[in-house]
């Protein structure tokens, strides 16, 4: 059972380029989250699917998309990165509401 | 809007000495209270929920306690490990949904053997 796994664990990106980062869960959970973790300032959590073909805004949404076009599967886009987007990556999964995370390991994104 | 707050944020015990890391959230309408175990560079690690009909759940060495009407939490470490270090945080449901987790900052432990 893997749980959640994010791909893919490292990347570097120029200031401008796109890219997306994948989540996976295997565990029939109906919420997905993607949160972004900075130095002093925790977890914020960037957009929220409550539900396969949902999403919704969390904290800090600009300049991220995401979709969840399949049940296991949620997708975090970066359409023009910025330096400020330098971050850890974490995507969590949850069974229902109320919501308990299960995380995976990480995505250390940076952005030149 | 909820708020979490974990004191202190960071925290040096010698190996075997047993420690409380706090907790605490502005909301006291919670349904649940969940405490999490981060590894440097890893992700996280659910380590204890706590229901809020709850006022303790323990496993092993840990023990984590529940006053909603005050709004606090705490994580008691019994005989600390020089394996324990890592970020603790904690993290309730809340922030406007209760689709959704608030977390603290953390509070970096770390045991010296």
């Known amino acids: 059972n893997a749980g959640v796994t994010q791909t893919p664990k490292f990347r570097v990106l120029k200031t401008g380029q796109s890219m997306t980062l994948l989540c996976a869960q295997d565990?029939?959970?109906?919420?997905m989250y993607w949160y972004r973790q900075d130095p002093g300032m925790g977890l914020r959590l960037i957009h929220y699917s409550v539900g396969e073909g949902t999403t919704a805004k969390g904290e800090v949404p600009d300049g991220y998309n995401v979709s969840r076009l399949k049940k296991q599967n949620f997708l975090l886009g970066l359409e023009s990165a910025a330096p400020s987007q330098t971050s850890v990556y974490f995507c969590?999964?949850?069974?229902?509401?109320?919501?308990?995370?299960?995380f995976g390991s990480g995505t250390r994104l940076t952005v030149v | 809007k909820q708020e979490v707050t974990q004191i202190p944020a960071a925290l040096s015990v010698p190996e075997g000495e047993n420690l409380v890391l706090n907790c605490s959230f502005t909301?006291?309408?919670?349904?649940?209270l969940q405490w999490f175990r981060q590894d440097p560079g890893k992700g996280l690690t659910s380590l204890l929920l706590?229901?809020?009909?709850?006022r303790e759940q323990t496993s092993g060495r840990l023990n984590a306690s529940l006053d909603k009407s005050s709004g606090r939490s705490t994580l008691y470490i019994a005989a600390s490990q020089p394996g324990d270090s890592a970020t603790y945080l904690c993290a309730v449901p809340g922030g406007g949904s209760n689709y959704k987790l608030t977390f603290g900052k953390g509070t970096l432990l770390t045991v010296n053997p």
């Open positions: 565990m029939n959970h109906e919420y």
């Open positions: 909301d006291s309408a919670i349904y649940n």
């Open positions: 706590i229901q809020s009909s709850q």
């Open positions: 969590a999964s949850s069974p229902g509401t109320p919501p308990r995370g299960t």
